[in-house]
């Protein structure tokens, strides 16, 4: 059988003859990015077969790649089959290590009242687990300060996990890492299908356990505790994540009437999913909203504090989902959308996601382009808060028109010898390898489009002008790296937002605290999510007119 290396990786797995180095790779459990699930079609997967490869692979197609790539070795993972022993180089690094995940969310004042506690009995040298009244169970000798709970965030792309002290609410340790499904799907609705089969759904959940039960040792070594005292984990993440996490087939999300299959505000024994914490262990689920309005968005409402705040609040978590909340004195309304992958940096040529090399801030000067990458090494690709600004600024400086065209005329001198011609297009070069192509801007404003969109059929459906707006709250998975300058110059917001604007971070994780450290919290918030007006954008009136409206690069 041939056997496949992936050098920087150090790991070997044996296949059969016609494997793709896709398959290959998920098998060896190596990280090789593939938005479209290998179907050939988003270009990201490039890998090089190094050394003498020219009867080792059968290639189907260039795939898009161009001569000079081919002749160098590089192929697509998904589109090559491998006939004999190879070595492969990934050429984007896709690891914990590289990839820069946001763990921090706003700051909470959290009123402790936990449901666990324990009870030592030094008659009998036993602590007593109590959850409530119950008798959970006991242990040996006196344990009773030992008392530990953990939040995970499930995100599509990655996972956070934060242990906490359930006495004081100090928060012990944060690890993170990549969402292993990703290796089997990219998005939501690919997971959705993947996961629509027995087997397909135990790859899913087998692969985040393991991926959970990695990070939870990480963490409780780093806070120096035995694992086996936490008694208490928060599951936050969309409604499809969920399901996936508690091993429910989540077919039913992606057909109509797209209605999930589990509502949360339940808790589930955590030794029935395999997860190594203390065998009393139990899993508490949020509450969830709807089938694309899930457990984070609960947590976020909780983070933001919308139950509680006067006036007008827009609550946004950007993503390849964008979720929206508008509150009114407490009165709550939802809507979702489909953003895309664009500000995942996928579907974009030089797109990537963020991690070491990715342009993550961009601003034009009167003596050039200025970027930071992550990492400060050479830029090598753009991740979305790098597109955003990058877009933003091309706007602000008429580089691109309202209508997303590049404009190439009465530039000054140091921005027009950015626009260059690469095959036969006309790109915005950023360096020696990474550009900006028209296609590109058309995915930004289609993201866009889309989240401006809900914005404003969620502000009409409620009655509500923009300018009536008293504050703005930005969460998801670029935390604290846009720039609110940006989001306006594009149109995803508009004017009347400005300096309204606050980003919270990750309030999936900071909201699971609450859930975690306050009982009372978890009912209060189930009977709130019973209240909340779910907008479908499908039965808006005209909608297709307002996203078309909305693709214009306007800060109106």
Do not use: W
Not at 145 to 158: L, Q
């Amino acid at each position: 059988m041939p056997v496949v290396h992936f050098k920087s990786n150090d790991k070997e797995v044996d296949v059969i003859a016609g494997t793709t180095v896709l398959a290959a790779a998920r098998m060896a459990g190596v990280m090789i990015d593939s938005p479209c699930n290998g179907n050939g079609t988003c270009g990201k997967c490039k890998v090089k077969i190094t050394g003498d490869f020219a009867n080792k692979i059968a290639v189907k197609g260039n795939c898009g790649l161009s001569d000079i790539e081919n002749s160098q070795g590089i192929v697509l993972a998904c589109c090559t089959d491998v006939q004999d022993d190879v070595e492969v180089e990934p050429l984007e690094r896709l690891d914990n290590e590289s990839l820069q995940i946001v763990s921090n969310g706003q700051n909470l004042v959290v009123e402790l009242a936990s449901p666990i506690h324990k009870e030592y009995d030094n008659q009998t040298d036993k602590t007593k687990v109590m959850a409530g009244k119950i008798l959970l169970g006991t242990e040996e000798g006196n344990t009773a300060k030992e008392n530990y709970g953990a939040v995970v965030d499930i995100g599509t792309t990655t996972v956070v996990l934060a242990l906490f002290d359930i006495h004081s609410g100090q928060e012990l340790a944060t690890v993170s890492a990549l969402n292993p499904q990703s290796r089997y799907a990219q998005d939501v609705l690919s997971r959705i299908k993947y996961a629509s089969t027995p087997e397909g759904l135990d790859t899913m959940y087998f692969a985040l356990i393991n991926e959970l039960n990695h990070l939870l040792i990480e963490a409780a070594d780093r806070a120096g505790i035995n694992r086996h005292h936490v008694y208490e984990i928060v599951f936050s993440g969309n409604t499809c994540m969920l399901h996936l996490a508690t091993r429910v087939n989540p077919a039913s999300l992606g057909k109509y009437p797209y209605l999930p299959a589990l509502y949360g505000h339940e808790q589930v024994h955590a030794a029935d999913h395999g997860l190594q914490a203390s065998p009393l262990a139990g899993i508490y689920l949020p509450p969830i909203i709807s089938a694309y309005v899930g457990p984070d968005i609960t947590s976020g409402i909780l983070a933001a504090q919308l139950t509680e705040l006067a006036g007008i609040s827009l609550f946004i978590d950007i993503g390849t989902n964008g979720e929206m909340v508008l509150s009114k004195d407490g009165s709550l309304s939802v809507t979702s959308t489909a953003a895309g992958p664009a500000f995942e940096g996928m579907n974009i040529a030089c797109g990537m996601r963020a991690a070491a090399g990715a342009i993550e801030a961009f601003t034009i000067t009167d003596e050039g382009l200025k970027m930071n990458t992550i990492g400060d090494g050479e830029a090598i690709g753009i991740c979305g808060s790098g597109l955003i600004d990058i877009v933003g600024e091309l706007v602000a400086h008429d580089i691109i028109g309202k209508n997303g065209k590049l404009k190439d005329g009465n530039l000054p001198e140091h921005l027009a010898e950015h626009l260059v011609k690469r095959e036969e297009k006309t790109v915005f070069s950023l360096g020696e390898n990474v550009y900006l192509l028209q296609k590109d801007i058309r995915q930004v404003q289609l993201a866009k489009g889309a989240i401006r969109a809900g914005i404003e059929a969620l502000l009409t459906s409620q009655g509500v002008a923009g300018q009536e707006v008293d504050r703005v709250f930005i969460a998801g998975s670029f935390g604290y790296h846009l720039n609110p300058d940006s989001l306006i110059h594009i149109g995803l917001l508009p004017q009347s937002f400005r300096n309204k604007i606050q980003f919270l971070g990750n309030t999936s994780k900071s909201g699971g605290q609450a859930f975690l450290l306050n009982q009372f919290v978890r009912g209060k918030m189930a009977e709130a999510v019973k209240e909340i007006h779910v907008i479908e954008l499908a039965t808006v009136d005209h909608f297709d007119r307002l996203f078309a409206k909305c693709l214009e690069f306007s800060s109106v």
